[in-house]
């Protein structure tokens, strides 16, 4: 499995960025998705998850009503629309695949998660 991310940069704050993770390599609708985001100095994070249908989403109380999650099982493509961007949004986006069923596993864990992609910066400036 390959994971690319796109869509990062430097917006200001109020602002909105769209980002994208290309999937690769194995059939992309049995993967459970999600995304994380890392600060300097701080551990990985959990943002947002979907399932393979996209018909059950999991949120980060910091981003609920900010970001939506979605995919497209055709084109092989997650996204992570955010608008509202805040000074504290800014960290490295990683997109992740799960290889096991939604329900097996618990989708805020990054130890549950199989692969990772290399990471798209976001920063937001005040």
């Known amino acids: 499995v390959n994971l690319v991310e796109s869509g990062g940069g430097l917006v200001s704050a109020g602002g909105s960025l769209s980002l994208s993770c290309a999937f690769s390599g194995r059939t992309f609708s049995a993967y459970g998705m999600g995304w994380f985001r890392q600060a300097p100095g701080k551990d990985r994070e959990f943002v947002a998850a979907?399932?393979?249908?996209?018909?059950?989403?999991h949120y980060a109380e910091s981003v609920k009503g900010r970001f939506t999650i979605s995919r497209d099982n055709a084109k092989n493509t997650l996204n992570l629309q955010m608008n509202s961007l805040k000074p504290e949004d800014t960290a490295v986006y990683y997109c992740?695949?799960?290889?096991?069923?939604?329900?097996?596993?618990?989708?805020?864990?990054?130890?549950?998660?199989?692969?990772w992609g290399q990471g798209t910066q976001v920063t937001v400036s005040s």
């Open positions: 979907i399932s393979w249908s996209g018909s059950r989403t």
């Open positions: 992740a695949a799960a290889d096991r069923v939604y329900s097996d596993y618990n989708p805020r864990v990054k130890d549950d998660y199989d692969y």
